[in-house]
């Protein structure tokens, strides 16, 4: 299946993604030698000429391209280590057989947004916040992307008039106080359409939060700058950015100054992650990588359980792992670096928290309760008698 030639995208009219862009990346030299240019690296060819794949594989990874896009960044790519196949950030984006290997649980549209999106473009899955998706493509494309049959160059994405009906929804429904705004990534517009998106939704008075899903500081950390930081700021209104990474060696320092850049103009920082086999699946690295959020000022908020997206079977891990890594997060992290495990129900149900439980409770109002060690105490409640 290929994909069609690439379509506008973005809220205004003749808005383009420009997740193309080759910008020079002084941190890749000395790791791909090989590459004529230093540039984003989205098809098979390219990974193969920079290293980072074997040419034995140019039929696999073409059929694997013909499905699902490809894109690895300059920043990304100089944090791999060449032919470590279990090269955490490799595995993450370079592409894999397995992923055209599908277990029948799995879903084109794993978490339900279609279900869910009253218009295009927007998702209503909470009483109280909307999700818009502004953009369908991405600076990089993870291979475990719970949207990977619906992002990528060429995929539909929001024009003028869908955007424009997208904010006629809002307006009609004063229970909407917060918008989160997604794709594909949205930064990877222009500070230009951003800021267009941002003062659009601003001037609907009840949406008093604009939260916005990236993963550029990470992925494209120069393309954060002071002026898109400034764009996604509304006098009045709260700016939340939730920061996508996965393993600490992605916060680098260029990642880090990326973040303290949008935290200058005042966004709140908040961080999303996936628990990923192979990746982030033991004790070590999550807590290096919560760690790394907190020192960065992002506030570790929710570690994902794996989605059931087409050929992403072997990214999954057991919940019951999944509750192990996080009694063991809660042992040695404090509160404020802990993150909630979420699991997003499929068909749309919404997401709820799936961590391990603490407390036990019984009858008469006397509970059992686990302490980070894994010592049980009974706790009883005490009551006043006063109403």
Known sequence: MRRPRRSRIGPGEGARGRTCARVPNPC??????????LRRLTSPRDLIESGLAEPARLAELEAIAGRYAISLTPALAALIEPGDPADPIARQFIPSARELIRDPAERDDPIGDDAMSPVKGLVHRYPDRVLIKLVAVCAVYCRFCFRRERVG?????????????????????????EVILTGGDPLTLAPR???????????IEHVKVLRWHT????????????????????EGKTTVVAVHAN??????????????????????????????????????????LMRAFVEAGVKPYYIHHGDLAP??????????????????????????ATPAYMLDIPGGRGKVPIGPQWIRSGDAGEHVVTDPRGAQHVYADRLSAER
């Not at 890749?28 to 240019?37: C, D, F, I, W």
Request: hydrophobic share 45%; with cysteine; charged share 25%.
């Open 153 to 177: 160059p060429g995929s539909g994405a929001l024009g003028a008039a869908d955007f424009a009906a997208a904010l006629d929804y809002v307006r009609d429904r004063p229970g909407i106080w």
């Open 193 to 203: 359409r951003i800021a267009e998106a941002t003062e659009a939704l601003a001037a």
């Open 215 to 234: 993963r550029l500081p990470v992925a494209a950390p120069e393309r954060i700058t002071k002026a898109m930081a400034r764009a996604l700021h509304a």
């Open 28 to 37: 890749l030299q000395g790791r791909m030698t090989s590459a004529p240019r």
């Open 311 to 336: 050929g992403t079977a072997h990214w999954r891990t057991s919940i019951a792992r999944g509750q192990e890594l996080m009694r063991a997060l809660r042992a040695r992290l404090s509160g404020l």
């Open 247 to 288: 393993h600490p060696r992605e916060l680098s320092a260029s990642a880090r100054a990326a973040c303290r850049r949008l935290a200058a103009a005042g966004a709140m920082l908040v961080s999303q992650s996936v628990l990923l086999k192979g990746v982030n699946d033991d004790e070590d690295t999550l807590a290096g």
